[in-house]
C-alpha cells in the first residue's frame, strides 16, 4: 500500500515528441495526496493510454475546441492542449486549484471552469469539437447527469471519447443510457500507443444519434 500511495502523491513525469520537433517535451502532472476517502485527483491509467492516442494523431486535433470533462489532474487535457488544440477543462470547485495550476505550470492556456455533471452547459461555451472524459463510470446514480451533459456541449459532429480502468461499475448503466442518444464504438487496439495500451482499459468513442 505505501508503494500505492507514494505513485499517486508524487508529481507524473510525462513525455511527448510534438510533431516536427526533434525532442521530447517533459510534462509535470501534480497530483492530490491520498485521503481515506480515495484518489481525489490522479493521473490513471485510461487517462495515460488516451493522451498517448491524441499523440499518434496530433495534427488532426489542432485548433480544436476540445473539453476535458472532470480532468482531474488535467493530463489528457494538457496534452491536447500542447499539441495546440483549444482547451475547457471542467471538475468540482475543490479540485479547480490544483488542475489550474497544472495547466499554468506547463505552460497550457486552458478555460478552467467548474461544472456538475447535469448542471446549466451554457458557461462552458459549447458545443465542442472533442470531448473527453476518463474514469468516469463509477456512480450509476450520476450517469444520468453525465449523459445529460454529454448531449448538452455535443453535436452530431463532436467526437466524444470516454476511458476507463478497472473502475467500471457503472458501465452498464452508461451504454444503457446511451441508447437512442450515442452511438457507442470501441477505439481499436491499433488505432492506440502499441506501448500505452492494456486489457483492462477500454477507450470508446461516441457520436451523437
Known amino acids: 500500500m505505501s508503494l500505492c500511495r507514494s505513485r499517486f502523491q508524487r ?3 510525462h513525455r511527448i515528441r510534438l510533431p ?23 493521473v490513471w491509467d485510461s487517462s495515460i493510454v488516451m493522451a498517448k492516442y491524441f499523440e499518434r494523431c496530433a495534427e488532426r486535433y489542432r485548433g480544436l475546441r476540445c473539453l476535458d470533462l472532470s480532468a482531474g489532474c488535467g493530463l489528457v487535457g494538457i496534452v491536447l492542449g500542447t ?12 479540485n479547480l486549484p490544483l488542475l489550474a495550476d497544472n495547466f499554468n505550470t506547463n505552460g497550457v492556456a ?13 458557461p462552458l ?30 453535436t452530431k459532429d463532436t467526437e466524444v471519447f470516454i476511458a ?22 470501441d477505439v481499436a487496439s491499433d488505432e492506440l500507443d502499441p506501448l500505452y495500451q492494456c486489457s483492462d482499459v477500454r477507450v470508446m468513442r461516441l457520436r451523437k444519434c
Open 83 to 94: 499539441l495546440g488544440a483549444d482547451v475547457t477543462a471542467t471538475d468540482l470547485p475543490g
Open 20 to 42: 516536427g520537433a526533434d525532442h521530447e517535451v517533459t510534462l509535470t502532472i501534480k497530483q492530490a495526496r491520498f485521503t481515506a476517502e480515495g484518489f481525489a485527483s490522479t
Open 11 to 13: 508529481p507524473y513525469i
Open 164 to 185: 476507463h480502468g478497472r473502475n467500471r461499475q457503472a458501465e452498464a448503466t452508461f451504454l444503457a443510457a446511451c441508447v437512442g442518444s450515442f452511438a457507442v464504438t
Open 125 to 154: 461555451l459549447p458545443p465542442f469539437d472533442v470531448i473527453i472524459a476518463c474514469d468516469v463510470m463509477y456512480i450509476h446514480d450520476a450517469i444520468g447527469n453525465l449523459i445529460t451533459t454529454l448531449k448538452a456541449v455535443s
Open 110 to 122: 486552458a478555460r478552467v471552469v467548474e461544472h456538475w455533471w447535469g448542471s446549466e452547459a451554457a
